[in-house]
T-cell receptor
Framework: QSVLTQPPSMSAAPGQTVSISCSGG????????VSWYQHLPGGAPKLLIY???KRPSGIPDRFSGSKSDTTATLGITGLQTGDEAEYYC???????????FGGGTKLTVL | QMQLVQSGPELRRPGASVKVSCKAS????????VHWVRQAPGQGLEWMGI????????TYARKFQGRVTMTRDTSTSSVYLQLTGLTSDDTAVYYC????????????WGQGTLVSVTS
């Protein structure tokens, strides 16, 4: 069981907007940066968001990150069929001295 | 364009050990920390540990302490993951990933190495 909690699955139609939550605690999400990853079947995870709300070069602005207290959120606007993937949040935990990942959210674009 | 290239798939018997390599091509990553992360079939991402740029310092997830060793060879821009006492639960795809800035930012990933443990 992951210490960072994500909804196991979400679905939405093309063009719509989704928000994926990542709930943690004071020793991880609240006090350390959160990153988000997109994982397509057969490939390596891809960094979408780092330091809570920053996008690496090449990541479209349809992807956004935010954080409030112990919950981080990944937003995806203008959903495309190519966005269908597993999404993971990650954060350092100061107590465990470890990187924690959420359990992953499988996004289906109907 | 820098890439991380990992070694090929491995097949091991229970109780054996495995060593996976990760080599930087197109540039070096001598100044970067490197994480190791694995994903078992049908499961999520699991962090295993991290090694510092010189290779002198490692931090391992508690679950793997005593069984895992991370090393690096700066002369060849390579890092290594060794896991001993393998069981079927260790069957997974193992990834190396570069850490450029904050602790949980993994910005460049290897292609993954499948390690299968079966009798």
């Amino acid at each position: 069981q992951s210490v960072l909690t994500q909804p196991p699955s979400m679905s939405a139609a093309p063009g719509q907007t989704v928000s994926i939550s990542c709930s943690g605690g004071t020793s991880n999400v609240e006090s350390n940066f959160v990153s988000w990853y997109q994982h397509l079947p057969g490939g390596a995870p891809k960094l979408l968001i780092y330091d809570d709300d920053k996008r690496p070069s090449g990541i479209p602005d349809r992807f956004s990150g935010s954080k409030s207290d112990t919950t981080a959120t990944l937003g995806i606007t203008g959903l495309q069929t190519g966005d269908e993937a597993e999404y993971y949040c990650g954060s350092w935990d100061s107590s465990l001295r470890a990187v924690l990942f959420g359990g992953g959210t499988k996004l289906t674009v109907l | 364009q820098m890439q991380l290239v990992q070694s090929g798939p491995e097949l091991r018997r229970p109780g054996a050990s495995v060593k996976v390599s990760c080599k930087a091509s197109g540039n070096t990553f001598s100044s970067n920390y490197v994480h190791w992360v694995r994903q078992a079939p049908g499961q999520g991402l699991e962090w295993m540990g991290i090694i510092n740029p010189s290779g002198a310092t490692t931090t391992y997830a508690r679950k793997f302490q005593g069984r895992v060793t991370m090393t690096r060879d700066t002369s060849t821009s390579s890092v290594y993951l060794q896991l001993t006492g393998l069981t079927s639960d260790d069957t997974a795809v193992y990834y190396c990933a570069r850490k450029p800035t904050s602790a949980a930012t993994l910005d460049l990933w290897g292609q993954g190495t499948l390690v299968s443990v079966t009798s």
